[in-house]
């Protein structure tokens, strides 16, 4: 572990409910071990056609969750989603009629969601896979990817942009300039580095807050994120404006 920072929330962790390998309880052990204050439990929203959770489950996630908060008087847990962004026009899939049952929701871009437009929005895949195996088609894939980012921002009251920039390049200065004005926080995220140190740099006196995830899909990886410390640290951010770091106790 970084001998001077730790997190004391982490925001984005997955479970059996969509890709993840241990259960709620495990997470929230783990994050207890860690000595965190919070957890989210995040995982990924049903508009995606490999592993998003049942939407029919997200009333059991809610109950299993107010169960352990019950059962966990130390820690706060919360239910959350990783919402998909679907859409140029920034649709993702949570709404009114299951929005109550969320704690948070924080959303990402996704290799494989479901369209809002069928043709336009595959074709968003089929461009950003073109680009990660080929460097082809690279402004067409950041004008894209750029406009599903910021209108989800604008269109949807998001507490975290996840992994920004990661499954298709985008227009990183665009995307956080529109996350202040939103007040987003934008996510450096130990599993998909992003955001990376280049764009760290990139968008430093924009003045955004940030927060670091592990975004764990196992439980042994909750609030495992020294690599995003040193990344922060690594682009002269100010530490302050990364909101769920602190000085490690004893140090
Ligand atoms: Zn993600
Ligand atoms: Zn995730």
Known sequence: ????????????????????????????????KMGLKTIAIT????????????????????????????KYEDIQILLG??????????????????????????????????????????????????????????????????????NAMKKNNIFILTHPGDKGPVDIYQVAKVAKQQNVLLEVNVRHNHLTKEQLIEIKDIGNKFIISSDAHYSKDVAKVDDCIQRVIEAGIDLSRVVNLEEAIGN
């Open 81 to 150: 989603i990783e919402a998909n962004i679907l859409s140029s026009d920034g649709t993702i899939e949570v709404d009114s009629t299951n929005r109550h049952l969320l704690d948070v929701v924080i959303a990402g871009y996704h290799f494989g969601s479901k369209s809002k437009f069928f043709f336009k929005d595959y074709f968003t895949h089929f461009i950003n896979l073109i680009h990660r195996f080929s460097g082809l088609f690279e402004r067409k894939a950041i004008e894209i990817n750029t406009a599903y980012l910021v």
């Open 1 to 32: 572990m970084n001998p001077k920072y730790r997190i004391n929330r982490d925001f984005h962790t997955h479970t059996i409910y969509s890709d993840g390998h241990n259960t709620i309880e495990d997470n929230v052990l783990e994050a207890i």
């Open 43 to 70: 995982d990924h929203g049903w508009a995606h056609n490999y592993y998003g959770i049942k939407l029919a489950d997200l009333k059991k996630m809610r109950e299993e969750i107010d169960r352990l908060n019950a």
